[in-house]
Antibody, heavy 118, light 106 residues
């Protein structure tokens, strides 16, 4: 069974940093592109970032470029999102997901809530 | 960036109905389109990729069509568990933008 378990969310002040983790199991993590997607309270889905299988290719939404860094450790089957210079507008549930451009694919974690507030 | 526009934003239907949701891209994306279902308080679920291919385990009552800029998600024989919010998303080019969502209500 595919499992993605996010952790690392919490309450931080504007300007602070946070690192999210996504522990993967039940599939060959090292063969899957991975994504982070976020959803602000009561709002729609927003794609944040993705990373290829070996970590050599990454892309970001304009709103997080230069502040967030996606990475992965294939030996630990874990995806990361380092979030620096956090803003109130970054408040959201953050989901990790496997590539949805293939099948089987498109698996999502349960999400972790990040709240940025003073 | 490629903009994705869904219509309608909300839709009322009854159990047993067949409904369609459309998604339009601001520029051609070939068939690089996915559809997702999300129920309140839960993570999204992947339904369709490559515009018309069902993800593993998704029932055939869901179908997708389209290519280029215009796409459609059709759900047949609505059941209570199908009432949710649906999102399209293009993955032709980064940033991979989502539509604003369509809330399907009873």
């Amino acid at each position: 069974e595919v499992q993605l378990v996010e952790s690392g969310g919490g309450l931080v002040q504007p300007g602070e940093s946070l690192r999210l983790s996504c522990a993967a199991s039940g599939f060959t993590f090292s063969s899957s592109w991975m994504h982070w997607v976020r959803q602000a309270p009561g709002q729609g889905l927003v794609w944040v970032s993705h990373i290829n299988t070996d970590g050599s290719t990454t892309n970001y939404a304009d709103s997080v470029k230069g502040r967030f860094t996606i990475s992965r450790d294939n030996a630990k089957n874990t995806l990361y999102l380092q979030m620096n210079s956090l803003r109130v507008g970054d408040t959201a549930v953050y989901y990790c997901a496997t590539s949805w451009a293939v099948s089987p694919g498109g698996y999502w974690g349960q999400g972790t809530l990040v709240t940025v507030s003073s | 960036d490629i903009q994705m526009t869904q219509s309608p934003s909300s839709l009322s239907a009854s159990v047993g109905d067949r409904v369609s949701i459309t998604c339009r891209a601001s520029q051609g994306i070939s068939n690089n389109l996915a559809w997702f279902q999300q129920k309140p308080g839960t993570a999204p679920k992947s339904l369709i990729y490559a515009a018309s291919s069902l993800q593993s385990g998704v029932p055939s009552k869901f179908s997708g069509s389209g290519s280029g800029t215009d796409f459609t998600l059709t759900i047949s024989s609505l059941q209570p568990e199908d009432f949710a919010t649906y999102y399209c998303q293009q993955y032709k080019s980064s940033p991979y933008t989502f539509g604003q969502g369509t809330k399907l209500e009873i």
